[in-house]
């Protein structure tokens, strides 16, 4: 399956790493089309995964599915006019169909804002029809010049929630939550630290009130914003006419949220936790969380080994009958590959446990964890296999968080730095530089002109520093909010 050639290492050449794993991992290969993704088994195990749990998320706090088309009128996406100056440069339009001329051109979907609002529009009439939470998971399409897989691709899976509100306190404490349920999801799932906050208007999505995101740090020390959350105000109610009648009487435009993440978590996690070996898959999210590698010499040892695997299966599938869709074993039976070769392959492909089981283990009755986050190899009874390979699982998943985010605040600078210090950072290692801001657009201009990088957020309350920066990073005016600073995908 997998050929021997060493990887290119992450320091080395980050973005050839990245590209070797996720071809290399079998979790996605080239289409084709230029700029679409395939999306192998490996890859979408984990999406599935990302899905499952985000969808129990979304319906724990009342959100319901639904599902929208995938070609919207063109005329809808200039109803709102920001939406349409953000969007139109990388719109897909279909011209022609059933071999005729379209009277009116259709967009394929880059965001469905427009033909939603369109919707609820429809059928909402009075404030007891509020609020209106909608999800839907679909594919959208956007036409990016530069694509990188999973990161940036024409087509993309992604979740969109669409809520409409009577208040717009309610929508901006819904923007606000499902913000707090994806950080919850990349730091308890993804095992990815997030920092959230508030975009600046430049970074702002295109027809919202206010974005906030969630932004991780890669790797190579640039940002990823990972989700955002917008608080739309009342710019689409108006554009599509979303009225309700109020309460209190009179007709009243409903205030919007929608929310949204997408495939491009798996390259976050690929640049989170991937090594000079492979990827790292938290076992929460991985499509195998432990895989069996039996080592015989003679075929009355294969038998014997075999039998044994067959045990450990058993008792691990015992021990996950008592905690339901825990475990996720694979026996690796294949002949003719060498153990040493299949170590390899799944290290590359991220499984975050092995068992190694040969003959004078079984003798022992007792089989080789080895982890993959720090292959730290731990003996195990074949008696208590079911509880040490759960209990493994949950430590590996936490200190997978812990690494992280002691990286993220090993390669964290906050304040007292100087502009060329700053500017020296981020054409070098980069980081996540928190440093102050006057608030003037032109400043923000200016120093992502001099430096490609932007202010990733104005993080939320808990990832302030203790002491508020007193000036501007570029201008020396006086901060009017602290701001996190970086390069990003
Ligand atoms: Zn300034």
């Known amino acids: 399956m997998a050929d021997d050639k060493k990887l290119t290492t992450r320091e080395a050449d980050f973005s050839a790493w990245y590209n070797e794993v996720v071809l290399r991992a079998e979790l996605a290969d080239y289409s084709p089309v ?49 939406h349409v100056e953000g969007f139109a440069p ?39 029809d509020l609020p209106l939470l909608i ?5 959208v399409v956007r036409w990016e010049m530069r694509t990188r897989l999973f990161l940036r691709t024409l087509e993309f899976l992604w979740q969109e929630g669409h809520t409409a509100h009577a208040t717009h306190d309610e929508a901006e ?16 799932h993804m095992a990815m630290p997030v920092i959230t906050g508030l975009k600046t208007n430049a970074e702002r999505f295109a ?22 959350s917008h608080n739309l105000g009342q710019n689409f109610a108006k554009a599509f006419d979303l009225k309700f009648q109020a309460e209190h009487g009179g007709q009243e435009f409903a205030w919007n949220t929608s929310w949204g993440v997408s495939t491009r978590l798996v390259g976050g996690l690929v640049m989170t936790h991937g090594d000079d070996v492979g990827v790292r898959i938290p076992p929460l999210l ?13 075929d009355d040892e294969r038998t014997r080994i075999l039998e044994a695997a067959d045990r450990v299966e058993q008792k691990l599938l015992d021990w996950e009958r008592r905690d339901p869709g825990r475990l996720r074993i694979h026996i690796d039976d294949r002949e003719g590959v060498k153990p040493g070769a299949k170590y390899y392959e799944w290290e590359l492909r991220g499984v975050p446990l092995r068992m190694e089981l040969g003959p004078r283990d079984v ?21 208590t296999v079911g509880e040490d390979v759960a209990e493994l699982l949950m430590r590996i998943q936490e200190d997978m968080l812990i690494a992280a985010r002691d990286r993220r605040e090993a390669n964290s600078v906050r304040h007292k730095i100087s502009y060329d210090d700053f500017k020296d950072l981020m054409e070098g290692k980069g980081a996540f530089v928190y440093a102050g801001w006057c608030g003037d657009a032109a400043c923000e201009a200016q120093i992502k002109e001099e430096t490609k990088a932007t202010i990733r957020v104005l ?19 006086a901060s009017t909010a602290e701001a996190v600073w970086a390069r990003a995908y």
């Open 173 to 188: 404490e819904e923007a606000r939550q499902m913000l707090g349920v994806y950080s919850d999801f990349m730091e308890g």
């Open 286 to 298: 991985a499509p195998t969380e432990l895989v069996i590698v039996p080592i015989y010499k003679s």
């Open 90 to 128: 990388e719109v897909a339009v279909v011209t022609h169909g059933g071999g005729k001329k379209l009277e009116e051109p259709l967009i394929v979907r880059p965001t469905s804002e427009t033909i939603i609002y369109s919707m609820f529009a429809k059928w909402v009439q009075s404030y007891r």
């Open 363 to 383: 003798d022992n009755n007792q089989g080789v964890l080895v982890r993959r986050d720090t292959r730290a190899k731990k003996p195990v009874s074949l008696d």
């Open 207 to 228: 027809g919202a009130l206010r974005t906030y995101a969630c932004e991780a740090l890669m790797q190579d020390n640039k940002a990823l914003q990972a989700g955002t």
């Open 459 to 477: 993080p939320d309350e808990e990832f302030r520093s203790a002491e508020a920066p007193a000036t501007c990073l570029k201008c020396g005016r």
């Open 135 to 139: 999800n839907q998971w679909a594919n």
């Open 34 to 82: 230029r700029g679409c993704m395939v999306i192998r088994p490996n890859g979408y195990g984990i999406w599935e995964r990302m899905q499952r749990a985000l969808d129990d998320m979304f319906k724990a706090t009342g959100h319901e599915n639904a599902y929208f088309p995938l070609f919207i009128p063109e005329s809808f996406l200039h109803k709102e006019a920001e």
